[in-house]
């Protein structure tokens, strides 16, 4: 029997993580809540839980910490899928916020995202054209691991 999944985004900078969202979500059909306008959801019935953001000063997005913290029920399977402009891992944020909820992470998938933030914009961004193809294809295979597919 396949994994019921959802996907909890944020991408308030350029959309770049929401492409890879979108990109799991087209093959897979997987339901992507946007955060930003979502607070609340029962996700009892989910098997597979994603949050997916961009690094802001460290952290996941707020609104993805907050409904993870507000939603997320005890003993699931969840995958976190971040960009930012250094492309590395930055997981504590979401980490701490479902402390006490015995997740079981079974992924994570960094990449790095287009940024101008600040003083960034002034030379053009960096990162520039990420997510790109590959990355894509990245996280395509990445939630094919997760899945068995
Ligand atoms: C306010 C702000 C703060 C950011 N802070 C970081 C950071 O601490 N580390 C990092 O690697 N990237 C940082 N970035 C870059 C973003 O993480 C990157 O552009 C990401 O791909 C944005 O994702 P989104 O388009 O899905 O929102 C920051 C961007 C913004 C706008």
Known sequence: ???KAIIICASTHHGNTRKLANAIADKYGVEIVDATKTKEKDLSEYDLIGFASGIYAGKLHQAVINFAKNNLSKN???????TSAMGKDQYKSIETAIEGKNANVVGTFACK???TFGP???VGGTAKGHPDTDDINNALRFYEGLIGA
């Open 113 to 115: 995202g287009y940024n």
């Open 1 to 3: 029997m396949s994994k």
């Open 120 to 122: 960034f914009k002034l």
């Open 76 to 82: 699931k399977d969840v995958f976190y899928i971040i």
